[in-house]
């Protein structure tokens, strides 16, 4: 098997240019960019089998460019590695698609470490902060059923489906009704759960862990993950 493909995204150039350094000695780096919009460009063009990302970035920051990818389809493994060493951050980065976090003052041999674990199809999650980061996710599940209750069975299967980017027109063929009656799911949701907008339902369904197959944390069968977030 050959080396594995790599697209970095950073935006500080001191930074890239050591992660570039570190990354080609075991990776072929095909391509490094500096916000979230070039990243989602550059991932479509290049696929590359691993992205490593920081997360502030300008333009599009990097979670919503892990959200883009997602929705795009793509099955690309992605690391976030950031400043921030915040467990609320980790699980956000993580429901939106990441299979990793890492802090960057911890990089080098953990970075390395991480890659080979998402790229056997594992999730990685710095020591530095997995604890906290698996009370928050005890946290948004325990709470997830309570505020998920007031809506149907139907209602819940479309909230699934908006999660993972389809239209409604998609939607209404994958449910065999109409488009119209999707249309009427949606608002009946927005309004039982207070909010306003479709964009509002679509970060609620995010902060509920919706999101395609495709970046489910650990597929089906893989090994309990090393210094992850797990039991």
């Not at 950031?82 to 990089?107: E, F, I, V």
């Not at 594992?122 to 946290?139: F, G, K, S």
């Amino acid at each position: 098997m050959g080396r594995a493909r790599v697209l970095l995204a950073d935006d500080h150039t001191m930074v890239a240019e050591g992660l570039e350094s570190l990354l080609s000695e075991d990776f072929d780096l095909v391509g490094t960019v500096r916000d979230g919009t070039a990243l989602v460009d550059a991932a479509r063009r290049l696929r590359p089998d691993v992205i490593v990302t920081d997360i502030s970035m300008p333009g599009m920051n990097g979670l919503d460019a892990i959200r883009e990818l997602r929705r795009q389809g793509s099955s690309a493994r992605i690391v976030t590695l950031t400043m921030h060493a915040d467990p609320q951050l980790a699980l956000d980065a993580l429901r939106s698609g990441a299979t990793a976090y890492l802090l960057k003052h911890s990089a080098g041999d953990e970075l390395i470490a991480a890659m080979h674990e998402v790229l056997h199809g594992r999730t990685y999650i710095t020591a530095l902060i997995a604890r906290e980061v698996r009370a928050a996710m005890a946290e948004v599940d325990g709470g997830r059923a309570a505020r998920s209750i007031g809506l149907t069975t139907r209602q819940r299967q479309v909230l699934q489906l908006i999660a993972e980017g389809r239209t409604m027109k998609e939607i209404a063929a994958s449910l065999n009704v109409s488009a119209r009656t999707v249309e009427s799911h949606k608002y009946q949701m927005i309004e039982a759960l207070g909010l306003r907008t479709t964009a509002d339902l679509v970060r609620y369904a995010v902060q509920m862990g919706l999101r395609p197959a495709a970046s489910a944390l650990d597929p089906p069968g893989a090994k309990p993950p090393r210094n992850a977030a797990g039991p």
